[in-house]
Each structure stands twice: as C-alpha cells, then as structure tokens.
C-alpha cells in the first residue's frame, strides 16, 4: 500500500523526525457503542482506514483503551503493512474496565504493559509517537508527571517508542514534562468554544512543538453558536467545516484529528477543513463564547 500525494488542507508539520499531514484521522469512533466492542460495521470501518490513507492522511490517533483493543485492531488489519509515510499516534495512561469507565494506570509496570500491547496489536517494532494520557475523565488533574513521564523516557531509550507527547495537560505539566525530556506534541481539548489552551498553543508553536486538539467539533455535545452558524451560512459550508477550518487557521502548529465512522463524513471533513475564512469570519468567530455552546 503507498500514500498518494494528495494535497490536504493545512499542509503538513514534523514530529520529531515524522512529517504528517496537519489533517489527520482519529480512530475512535471505529470501536462499538461508547468506544466499546466491535462496530457495528467491520466492513465499514476497514474501508474508512482505507480511504483516509487514500486521501493522503498520514496521521492516525489511535489509543489501545478503544474498545478495548478494538481499534488498533482494525488498524492493523486495514493498513499493515503501513506505508512508510504513515504514522500511527497512541496514547497510554489509562484502561477500559469491565463497566466502561477509564480508569487511570500510570505506574511503570502498567505502563510497559501497555506499551507493549500497543506495539502487538499494531504489529509494530517501535511506536511513532506515544502521548502520556494525563488526568482522568473528568479532566485534567493538577499533579506531578514526572514518574511517569520518566518511564517513557526509559522505554524510548530502549528503541520501543520513537517520540513522546503528553494529553488531556495542564500547562505545569507540559512544562514539566519539558523539562524532563523533548516532547513533540501536546493533545488536549479545545475548540472554538472552549479556548482555554490559547496561550500555550502560541507558545508551542514557537517553540516547533504541535497542539492536537481533541473534540474538535464538540465531541459528544457538537457545538452550536450563532455566530458559527451565521458564518456558515454566509459561506454555504456547514458548522462543522467551518469549525475545523478556524482550528487549521488558528495557529501552523495545530493538528487536525476528527473522527467519523463513515467514509462519506470523512470526505466531508477533508473537503470542509479547506474552506478559506476572511477576517472578518475570523473576528465573529474569535467571539464565540462557552456559554453558547
């Protein structure tokens, strides 16, 4: 299998040594209800990993906890063996228990066990990029990461992951994990609605390091503002393409993963996230507030 070279919006940015397409692709939405089981349409999420990379993506997120296992599965199975432009992203620090919920595990021993599960069900010799998940499900947590983060630190010297990054953050522990060992990029929500990361992105971005927001669109509560929804209907876009669109021109150092089930809302996104906003789209966009979302 080989990436095609088609032109994504946004461009491309470099982890470390790995350039990616700025628009990229998060897998969770493949396991089942929930992000647990199977989907409901095997067939359908194959050919949904099939055409991002048809597409030209050359970023995937993906995360053991999905399903469990669920998703680096389907991954494996749709793509392996990978090209070598493509670049799958994980992310370790928790589990999926019996109930659904997301317990934190971030001892060493649960964090090897992890890495490794990875590595096996990706059918990889060393992990691209692994983000730290930080937290809980609530939130970020205000804590020291500097355990953990130096469990990583030890794994990646030992060849079985390539770069490092943190998620679901504060800003002391991005600093922290700074000040440990390079990171290449940090992954936490935001959106137009919920901006309280604008400082640290133009930091980052100064410093050449990415900012991967999660729930681009909302997440399980899509956002909705009359303003957002004013400058789509000026534009003849929808919502979300405009939504997306804002985050790629936000800052160069912004990555893009939004998920979808669905090869037609996969095309969708592609072709939304490329629509050009003037100034004065910017401008009544940048004063969307969180109460209206």
């Known amino acids: 299998m080989s990436t095609p070279s ?58 053991d906890s999905y399903g469990p296992h669920i998703t680096n599965q389907l991954i494996r199975e749709a793509l392996h063996p990978y090209p ?36 096996e069900s990706l059918g990889l010799d060393t992990l691209g990029v692994v983000n730290l998940r930080l937290g809980d499900a609530d939130g970020p947590v205000q804590e020291s990461i500097a355990e953990a983060y130096e469990t990583l630190v030890d794994f990646q010297q030992q060849g079985m992951i ?38 640290l992105i133009d930091r980052l971005a100064a410093d050449g390091v990415a900012y991967v927001p999660f729930f681009p669109l909302g997440g399980f509560s899509p956002l909705q503002s009359s303003a957002l929804s004013a ?16 985050l790629l021109q936000r800052s160069p150092n912004i990555l893009l993963i939004p998920g979808t089930s669905s090869v037609a809302h996969l095309r969708e996104n592609v072709a939304g996230a490329g629509i050009a906003l003037g100034e004065d789209d910017l401008a009544e966009l940048d004063r969307i507030s969180p109460r209206e979302s």
């Open 84 to 119: 070598d432009s493509l670049h799958v992203v994980t992310k370790i620090g928790g589990r999926r228990d019996e109930q659904g919920g997301w317990p934190t595990e971030r001892r060493p021993d649960q964090l090897r066990r992890q890495v490794e599960d990875n590595l």
């Open 6 to 63: 088609t032109t994504l919006p946004g461009g491309t940015w470099t982890l470390g040594d790995l350039t990616v397409t700025r628009f990229g692709y998060g897998a969770m939405q493949l396991a089942g209800p929930w992000v647990m089981g199977p989907p409901a349409d095997h067939d359908g999420a194959i050919a949904v990993l099939r055409e991002a990379v048809d597409l030209g993506i050359t970023h995937i997120d993906t995360s």
């Open 162 to 199: 390539r770069h490092l990054g943190v998620s679901n953050a504060t800003v002391a522990q991005v600093d922290e994990a700074r000040a440990i060992a390079p990171l290449v990029c940090v992954q936490n929500m935001y959106n137009l609605a919920h901006r309280l990361d604008d400082e």
């Open 231 to 246: 400058v789509a209907a000026r534009l003849d876009a929808t919502a979300m393409s405009v939504a997306l669109a804002w």
